[in-house]
Every structure is written in C-alpha cells, then in structure tokens.
C-alpha cells in the first residue's frame, strides 16, 4: 500500500514540475495574464492549487478544519503576489513535507475521519485523501492545460502514463 501512495503521490509532483518547466519556457507575463476561464489567471490555478494540497496535508495530519481554513485565508493572502519561480519553490517544499509525512505514517489505510461544518464528518484514511490530492491536481492541471491553449500556446503533457513511461526510462 505505501509503494502506491508514495507512486500515485510522486506522479503529482512530477505533473507539477513538468508544467512548471514548460510554464518557464514561455513569455513572463502568461503566469498573470487574465482570461475567461476557471481562474482568472495561471498564477491563480497555481494558488487553489496550493492552498488545496497544503490543507489536505494538514488534514492527514490530523489539523481541525476552523485551524485549517483560518491557515488557508492567511496564505492566500500571503502567496497571492507570487512569480512562477516562488510558487515552484513553494511547491517542491509542500512536497518534501508530504515526504515527511510518508515516511512517518505506518499504516494508509487506517481511519481518518475529519469534520466539516457543511459536509460534515467523513470516514476515510490517507491513501483516499492522497489519491483526491492528485485527483485535484490533475484537473487544474487541464485547465491550466486550456487557459494556455486560449493565449495561443500549447501545453505539455502530464498524463500519469507519461509518468510511466519516464519513470522506466530512468530505470533502464
């Protein structure tokens, strides 16, 4: 089970750093040009994107949700200006923290169970919440994948079986 995490969590990372790669390849101002999509901007995916992982971590690590959202508004507020580089620093920290946590924890499939004011209390254990992390992850990624089609550029490919497939290559 932890090998399944720690792949399906390191594919994230590497979607993430792939784009960011392919982000730092074009011309500055598309990390905060505006257009009509999900986000205003790329720069803007980037933070929920951010904010979103950074409070799921806090989740399996057992954080209560008002600590949690109280955390989330003062780093939105805090990252809001960020450049691309800053965001891909803050990210690669984000994941040597989930890392952190990987290597702590025994046991992904054991019972966590946060509490959400509208939602209420779900059942469910770290390797479900992973698996939404990357799930998350994958979906802004599309659209961050279509708010660079819309300015004009192409995108780059994360899809996890290009993951394999560079991960294979590395091991040959």
């Known amino acids: ?21 392919h982000l730092k390849t074009l011309p500055g101002d598309v990390w905060s040009t505006k257009i009509q999509s999900v986000f205003p ?9 951010y904010i979103a992982d950074t409070i799921w971590l806090g989740t399996l ?13 003062q780093l939105t507020e805090k990252i809001k200006d960020t450049t691309l580089q800053e965001m ?25 169970s946060p ?5 209420g209390r779900l059942d469910t254990n770290a390797f479900e919440l992973i698996q939404h992390v990357v799930n998350h ?24 079986i290009f993951y394999l497939y560079a991960m294979n290559g590395e091991n040959k």
């Open 1 to 21: 089970m932890k090998h399944s995490v720690l792949q399906t969590y390191n594919y994230h990372v590497w979607a993430n750093k792939r784009l960011f790669e």
């Open 41 to 49: 901007t790329i720069s803007q995916t980037f933070i929920h994107m």
């Open 61 to 73: 690590l057992g954080k209560p949700f008002d600590e949690m959202k109280t955390s989330a508004v």
């Open 88 to 112: 891909e620093q803050l990210f690669f920290t984000l994941s040597e923290d989930y890392q952190g946590f990987f290597a702590r924890e025994e046991n992904f499939e054991k019972v966590i």
């Open 115 to 119: 509490e959400h004011p509208h939602f």
């Open 137 to 160: 992850g994958t979906y802004h990624r599309g659209n961050i994948t279509a708010m660079l089609r819309q300015l004009g550029y192409t995108g780059t490919s994360t899809d996890y």
